[in-house]
C-alpha cells in the first residue's frame, strides 16, 4: 500500500480552503463554490456530475468492485452571519460566512479526491459527494430525491464534521445516535392592536407569544422522561413598533431536537397543543408554519466500528474518543445513513470559538488528518493489495 504523502497538496489544499471561505454561498444557492470544486475536481482528471439537488456535485474513482463501492460526503453551504474574525480572507460576501467549517469539510474531501487518484495502487470505488443546503433544507435528503444513490450506489457511506473543543486531530464517534433530530416550527399569533394606553380594548399578541414562551419550557421537564434527551428553544420572538403600540400580531421561532423519534413526535404534537391552548386562553389565534425536519443522526454499528479500528490503525489510540453520549446539534448526513449504512464522524478544531459563532475559524492543521482518514478508511474497505 502506498505511503500518504500529503506535502505536495497540503500548501494548495490551505489555499483552496481560503478560497471557498472568501466566497460563502446560502444553501442552494452556491453557484461560485460548486463551480470551483468541479473545476478542481476536472482538473485532477474527474468527471464532475454537477446540478444534483441544484448545485450538489458528485464525482467518482472507479479502479474496483462498484458492488463495494464507499461514498464519502462533504457539505458546502454557509450560514447567514456577518464575519468577525478580521482574517485576510475573511468573508466577501457580505452577511454570509462559513461558521459551521463546511469549507473545511469540502477542502478535506477534495484532498482525499486528489491522493486517491494520484495512487496507482489503489483499486476500489469511491464516490466523493459534495452536498448543497446541510444548514437550511435539508440538501442531503434532496440529492436522495434526485437519484443520487440510485445513480451512485454505496454499500457504505461517511462524513466527517470538525469540532470546536475536542483536541486539534483527534476523531470521535459512537455506533446508534450521535446527533439529535430538529424540527423548527414558526409561530403567528394573531391578536388586536391598539392603543398603548388602552390595553382592555386589545388582545395583546406580546403578552400571548411571552405565556407562550413560558409555557414551552415545561414540555421537556414535564412531558419528557428524564431518560431522554430532548431541547425546546425559543430562538426568535419579534413584535411591535414602537413602545405605545400594541400591535397586531408577534411571532415566535421555536426549535425542538431530540434522540428518539417518539418523543420527537410528541414535543411537534405539544408545541401546536400548548400554543392554541395558550393563545385561546387570551382570546387570541396563532398558525404553524413547519420547515424542514431532519431525524436523528444514528450511526449503523458495524460502519461505526470499522471507522474507528481504521483511525486507530493509522493514527494510534491517543486519536479516537468512543463517545459516552450524542450531540444535541442536528445533522442532516441523518438521511444519507436512513438510505446506506454508514457513520458520521467527529474530528477536533481544538480551541477554537464554537460552531455557528461570528468568530468561529477552520482550524488549517486539522486538513492533513482528514484527508487521511478518508484515503486510509477507502483503502481498508477495499481491500487493496500491496
Known amino acids: 500500500m502506498k505511503t500518504l504523502n500529503l506535502e505536495t497538496i497540503l500548501p494548495e489544499l490551505v489555499d483552496i480552503r481560503h478560497c471557498l471561505h472568501r466566497i460563502p454561498e446560502i444553501g442552494l444557492s452556491e453557484t461560485k463554490t460548486s463551480a470551483f470544486i468541479g473545476e478542481k475536481l476536472r482538473s485532477w482528471g474527474y468527471e464532475v456530475h454537477a446540478g444534483i439537488a441544484t448545485t450538489g456535485l458528485v464525482a467518482s474513482l472507479q479502479r474496483g468492485d462498484p458492488d463495494n463501492a464507499v461514498g464519502f460526503r462533504a457539505d458546502f ?8 474574525t478580521g482574517l485576510p480572507y475573511s468573508s466577501e460576501h457580505p452577511g454570509i460566512m462559513h461558521a459551521c467549517g463546511h469549507d473545511g469539510h469540502t477542502t478535506m474531501l477534495l484532498g482525499a479526491a486528489w491522493a486517491l487518484s494520484q495512487d496507482v495502487s489503489f483499486k476500489g470505488t469511491v464516490h466523493f459527494i459534495f452536498q448543497p443546503a446541510e444548514e437550511n433544507l435539508g440538501g442531503a435528503g434532496l440529492m436522495i430525491r434526485d437519484g443520487l444513490f440510485e445513480r451512485f450506489p454505496c454499500r457504505r457511506i461517511y462524513a ?19 446527533a439529535a433530530s430538529i424540527d423548527v416550527v414558526t409561530i403567528t399569533i394573531k391578536g388586536k392592536g391598539g392603543h398603548g394606553a388602552l390595553p382592555e380594548t386589545t388582545i395583546d399578541p406580546v403578552v400571548v407569544g411571552a405565556s407562550i414562551v413560558v409555557a414551552l ?33 408577534s411571532v415566535l421561532e421555536v426549535s425542538m ?24 386562553s387570551f382570546n387570541a389565534e396563532v398558525r ?8 436523528a443522526t444514528l450511526n449503523h454499528k458495524l460502519e461505526a466500528e470499522i471507522a474507528a479500528k481504521s483511525i486507530i490503525k493509522h493514527f494510534g489510540e491517543d486519536a479516537f474518543v468512543d ?10 448526513f441523518a438521511f444519507m445513513l436512513e438510505a ?6 467527529l474530528l477536533g478544531n481544538g480551541d477554537s470559538s464554537g460552531l455557528h459563532s461570528t468568530t468561529y475559524e477552520f482550524n488549517d492543521e486539522i486538513l492533513a ?12 474497505l477495499c481491500s487493496v493489495r500491496e
Not at 453551504?77 to 468577525?84: F, I, N, R
Not at 463517545?323 to 442532516?332: A, G, H, I, R, V
Not at 446506506?340 to 464522524?345: E, M, Q, T, W
Request: aromatic content about 8%.
Open 323 to 332: 463517545l459516552t453520549n450524542p450531540m444535541m446539534f442536528s445533522e442532516d
Open 288 to 295: 404553524f408554519q413547519w420547515e424542514v425536519g431532519y431525524p
Open 160 to 178: 466527517l464534521h470538525n469540532l470546536p473543543g475536542l483536541k486539534a486531530g483527534v476523531f470521535a464517534t459512537r455506533a446508534g445516535a450521535i
Open 77 to 84: 453551504d454557509a450560514l447567514p452571519m456577518t464575519e468577525d
Open 217 to 249: 419550557q415545561t414540555l421537556v421537564a414535564r412531558n419528557v422522561s428524564p431518560h431522554q434527551a430532548a431541547v425546546v428553544t425559543v430562538g426568535s420572538f419579534h413584535a411591535g413598533s414602537a413602545a405605545n403600540i400594541i400591535p397586531e400580531t
Open 340 to 345: 446506506v449504512p454508514g457513520a458520521y464522524i
Open 257 to 280: 431536537r431530540a434522540m428518539d423519534p417518539t418523543v420527537r413526535s410528541e414535543l411537534q404534537k405539544r408545541v401546536e397543543e400548548v400554543a392554541i391552548l395558550q393563545a385561546k
Open 369 to 380: 488528518s482528514g484527508v487521511a482518514f478518508f484515503c486510509n478508511l477507502a483503502r481498508d
